[in-house]
């Protein structure tokens, strides 16, 4: 038997326990959750809490900037015991160079946390080996191009304590970074009330034939 725990999803909500929907809000404070088998669970104690007024959903997400994404490999020890020195030296030069405004970095480390970030109940016990993805935003084609060459170009210059060499302890997958789609950021996640669910979704019939 597993412990009662509320596991509700928390992605396009401000609250776990309380999802609303186009007639109303799914209450899920006091829900209890009870394994039944090996792989399903039982969930109780949810209730429906109709809405006084019709309500509809409004979903939106804005541009924020052309991005570029650049990649690198680490497999020196050293090197990987100081991954966010690396990440940070990057960051830095980087900063240097254009600014500390208007354009964003975002470093992905697979093999340490990749996938699920600071959730990662593992990071401190990387791989032997690790990916480091690079994406650069900015407003320009032609600046997110740059800022993602120089911040992946740069995990290779940094300067680490007791190490004297100017080698660097990183290798790229590719002598360039990629063009990807534009980034994109979650701007309106409302429910809005009105008097008739169709008036503002109108609709034509048309007879042919």
């Given amino acids: 038997m597993i412990e009662s725990r509320k596991f509700e999803r928390m992605d396009e909500r401000s609250n776990p326990f309380h999802e609303f929907v186009a007639g109303g809000m799914l209450d899920m404070t006091h829900c209890h959750y009870e394994q039944a088998t090996e792989k399903t669970t039982r969930v109780t104690g949810m209730s429906f809490v109709p809405a006084e007024q019709f309500r509809v959903k409004l979903e939106g997400s804005g541009k924020v900037g052309e991005r570029f994404v650049g990649m690198a490999g680490i497999r020196d020890p050293y090197t990987i015991a100081h991954v966010d020195e690396v990440i940070a030296w990057a960051r830095r030069q980087t900063e240097e160079r254009f600014g500390p405004d208007g354009w964003e970095l975002h470093y992905s480390v ?17 791989g032997h080996e690790l990916c480091v993805v690079v994406q650069g935003v900015a407003p320009t084609r032609e600046m997110a191009e740059e800022v993602t060459m120089t911040g992946t170009r740069q995990l290779f210059y940094a300067r680490l304590p007791d190490v004297k060499g100017t080698a660097g302890g990183v290798s790229f997958v590719l002598d360039e970074v990629m063009q990807a789609s534009p980034a994109y950021r979650w701007t309106l996640n409302h429910t809005m009330a009105v008097d008739d669910p169709l008036e503002l979704f109108p609709t034509h019939t048309t007879m042919i034939g």
């Fill in 110 to 126: 697979f093999g340490r946390n990749g996938v699920m970030g600071d959730m990662e109940p593992l990071k401190d016990q990387p």
